[in-house]
């Protein structure tokens, strides 16, 4: 393959035939790019493992660390039909990216990056990369390296947020056990949303049993918070963890 930057071009000038709220929703490219600061990243296909699993949704929970440094939007773009995009976007709740149905492969091929890959029985799909586009223009692109399989090293969310700002403050891992009807748990989740911290939680009986939480976090009471791989502990330990947080 010959997958070459295109930085300081101009992107292709198409029409995606997207869907929203079950309706045809056309979008140019001049409608996403000119006069705007844009992030794209380019995927081989929806609902495939990495990119429901790493690609997208890294891209959608920075994606308030890319508007605060200046990123108007982040667009996905897939060879894959409206339908399938629309579903995917719900199945993800990916609701802080743009999904853009690139049908036909126009504007993935006038970008350089339309790939066989038949072997798989996909067709013709887009090879994953990630770029910068200012008003238009392609100031940045990070594609993978032209290596059997699906290469995923260079497009993720954090290399470009480093290009974009080094120094940007990435939002800490969360993660909450809970239980239904537990007060405490009810307060700890108040409490992170009132620092503005978005929080992962594993609910006993639903997503795990006691002897997961056992195993997991080497407690048998709820609610166990974790931030950034560290084990705060229950509601009063994460309400003195958030005022020292405050305090520093």
Same mark, same amino acid.
């Given at each position: 393959?010959?997958?070459? +930057? %295109?930085?300081?071009?101009?992107?292709?000038?198409?029409?995606? %035939?997207?869907?929203?709220?079950?309706?045809?929703?056309?979008? %140019?490219?001049?409608?996403?790019?000119?006069?705007?600061?844009?992030?794209?990243? +380019?995927?081989?296909? *929806?609902?495939?493992?990495?990119?429901?699993?790493?690609?997208? &949704?890294?891209?959608?929970?920075?994606?308030?660390?890319?508007?605060?440094?200046?990123?108007? $939007?982040?667009?996905?773009?897939?060879?894959?039909?409206?339908?399938?995009? $629309?579903?995917?976007?719900?199945?993800?709740?990916?609701?802080?990216?743009?999904?853009?149905?690139?049908?036909?492969?126009?504007?993935?091929?006038? /970008?350089?990056?339309?790939?066989?890959?038949?072997?798989?029985?996909?067709?013709?799909?887009?090879?994953?990369?990630? /770029?910068?586009?200012?008003?238009?223009?392609?100031?940045?692109?990070?594609? $993978?390296?032209?290596?059997?399989?699906?290469?995923?090293?260079?497009?993720? +969310?954090?290399?470009?947020?480093?290009?974009? *700002?080094?120094? #940007?403050?990435? &939002?800490?891992?969360?993660?909450?056990?809970?239980?239904?009807?537990? &007060?405490?748990?009810? #307060? *700890?989740? $108040?409490?992170?949303?009132? #620092?503005? /911290?978005?929080?992962?939680?594993?609910?006993?009986?639903?997503?795990?049993?006691?002897?997961?939480? %056992? #195993? *997991?976090?080497?407690?048998?009471?709820?609610?166990?918070?974790?931030? +950034?791989?560290?084990?705060?502990?229950?509601?009063?330990?994460?309400?003195?963890?958030?005022?020292?947080?405050?305090?520093?």
């Amino acid at each position: 393959m010959n997958l070459q +930057a %295109r930085e300081g071009q101009r992107v292709p000038d198409v029409t995606f %035939r997207c869907r929203k709220d079950n309706e045809w929703n056309d979008i %140019r490219s001049q409608d996403i790019f000119s006069g705007r600061s844009v992030v794209v990243f +380019a995927l081989p296909g *929806a609902f495939t493992p990495t990119c429901s699993s790493a690609h997208l &949704p890294r891209y959608n929970e920075l994606a308030p660390v890319f508007e605060a440094h200046g990123i108007d $939007e982040i667009v996905c773009v897939s060879v894959n039909d409206g339908f399938v995009m $629309e579903a995917w976007q719900s199945d993800q709740g990916a609701d802080r990216v743009t999904f853009l149905a690139d049908g036909n492969g126009e504007f993935t091929a006038g /970008m350089g990056m339309l790939v066989d890959k038949s072997d798989l029985g996909f067709g013709k799909r887009s090879w994953r990369y990630s /770029m910068l586009v200012r008003d238009g223009v392609i100031e940045k692109q990070f594609i $993978e390296p032209d290596e059997p399989g699906d290469p995923f090293v260079v497009s993720d +969310a954090d290399t470009m947020l480093e290009h974009i *700002a080094p120094n #940007a403050s990435r &939002p800490k891992d969360v993660v909450l056990f809970t239980k239904p009807g537990c &007060p405490y748990c009810k #307060a *700890a989740k $108040e409490d992170l949303q009132d #620092a503005g /911290m978005e929080f992962e939680e594993i609910v006993l009986g639903r997503d795990t049993t006691l002897r997961g939480l %056992r #195993a *997991a976090t080497g407690a048998m009471t709820v609610p166990q918070v974790f931030i +950034a791989g560290h084990r705060i502990g229950g509601s009063e330990d994460l309400k003195a963890w958030l005022v020292e947080r405050r305090a520093a």
